[in-house]
């Protein structure tokens, strides 16, 4: 494929048949878990199977791949059980990717439970302080994910992603992925014109477009800053084409990774329905 269109794809059987499932249903770019997403302390990828991933990916003419890490993980908890367990997990994920040649490790910011939002954000900047001193041989990207806004959730809004960046001594180290269905319920309106244009020149005014390394392709199944994060597939929600449409055509985001996180369906139909659809919102 030539374009940067893809989606999440299982790596059950090992993680190099995640490539054979991307090429299979049409993808140009892939996202994947690098373990299972219910443990914390997953079957470790062997050698043989990094080596056959790696392999695999050079060959196959994917424009990128990213990794997601485990919902479990919170780095914005308070000292304890959860944040030890945290730390580790998103240890062994920046471990992971580096053997696999993974640049972009994708996360939520998490949540701050009971306390304040800046003691949550303050604990996140932290854990990535320590992480990527204990890690040098991750030499990529960390990719924080914007959310809807659930609960204590961090992360809805374009200053608490900024005030992570800025926070770290490591910078650098740090991108965005922007969920569009995640944007939307957090309240900016992307689906007209001059509302996607404002979301855009906010998030370049406060964090900086330099720094949107890969998008998140789903549509809503809630309404617009409904804090309820809820996917559904292309053009089937409360986003409808428009938004699809905007970012396809920004040539702004030309090489940027656009993955479908949309719900599943058998032998990944619903995936190839889906990057069809917005094939199909290209010009030209």
Known sequence: ???????????????????????????????????NTNQWKGKPVSEADAALFRQKYAASGLNDVVSHDIYLINLAAPPGELRDKSLAAFRDELETCARLGIAKVVMHPGSHLSDTREAGLERVVAAFDQL???????????????????????????????????????????????????????????????????????????????????????????????????????????????????????????????ILETPKGDDNEMDRINLEVLRGLIKG
């Open 132 to 258: 990527f001193g204990e890690v040098p041989r991750f030499e990529g990207q960390v990719l924080l994910e914007n959310t809807a806004g659930q609960g204590s959730n961090l992360g809805n809004c374009f200053e608490e992603l900024q005030a992570i960046i800025s926070g770290s001594r490591f910078s650098d180290r740090f991108a965005v992925c922007l969920d569009t269905c995640h944007t939307y319920a957090a309240g900016y309106d992307i689906t007209t014109e001059q509302g996607y244009g404002d979301t855009m020149a906010q998030f370049d005014r406060i964090i900086g477009l330099e720094r949107l390394a890969c998008f998140h392709f789903n549509d809503s199944k809630k309404g617009l800053g409904s804090r309820v994060d809820r996917h559904e597939h292309i053009g089937r929600g409360e986003l409808g084409l428009e938004p699809f449409r905007f970012i396809l055509n920004d040539a702004r985001f030309a090489r940027i990774p656009k």
């Open 1 to 35: 494929m030539s374009d940067y269109i893809g989606a999440h794809m299982s790596i059950a059987g090992g993680i190099h048949l995640a490539v054979d499932r991307a090429l299979e249903a049409g993808c140009g770019a892939l996202q994947v878990f690098t373990r």
